[in-house]
């Protein structure tokens, strides 16, 4: 059984940085893709960023291109969200999911991902 288990959402200051990390386990992610996907509240889950497990090759959305990072660690079974200079409307609860077919392409639809995190919560004040 895949488990996703998301750390390190605190409240920050705008213009602040953070890393959210995102631990998998229960079998080999060499065919996956893991992604980031926020929900704020009274909004849809939406696509942030997502990685490739055998590659590296990664997608952001528009409006956190050059601000976060995505990367992981295969050694520790590790995936990360860096995010920098964040603001106001960062604030949302941050979910990481596992593609079984990221192998092949990296999907932005939270309906295609297959396993999914509890959640961890970031709050940006101003």
């Known amino acids: 059984q895949v488990q996703l288990v998301e750390s390190g959402g605190v409240l920050v200051q705008a213009g602040d940085s953070l890393r959210l990390s995102c631990v998998a386990s229960?079998?080999?992610?060499?065919?996956?893709?893991v992604a980031w996907f926020r929900q704020a509240p009274g909004k849809e889950r939406e696509f942030v960023a997502a990685i490739k497990w055998i590659g590296s090759s990664t997608d952001t959305i528009d409006s956190v291109n050059g601000r976060f990072t995505v990367s992981r660690d295969i050694a520790n079974n590790t995936v990360y969200l860096q995010m920098n200079s964040l603001k106001s409307e960062d604030t949302a609860v941050y979910y990481c999911?596992?593609?079984?077919?990221?192998?092949?392409?990296?999907?932005?639809?939270?309906?295609?991902?297959?396993?999914w995190g509890q959640g961890t919560q970031v709050t940006v004040s101003s």
């Open positions: 229960g079998r080999a992610f060499n065919s996956y893709a």
């Open positions: 999911a596992a593609l079984r077919q990221g192998i092949y392409y990296l999907s932005t639809r939270r309906n295609e991902y297959d396993y």
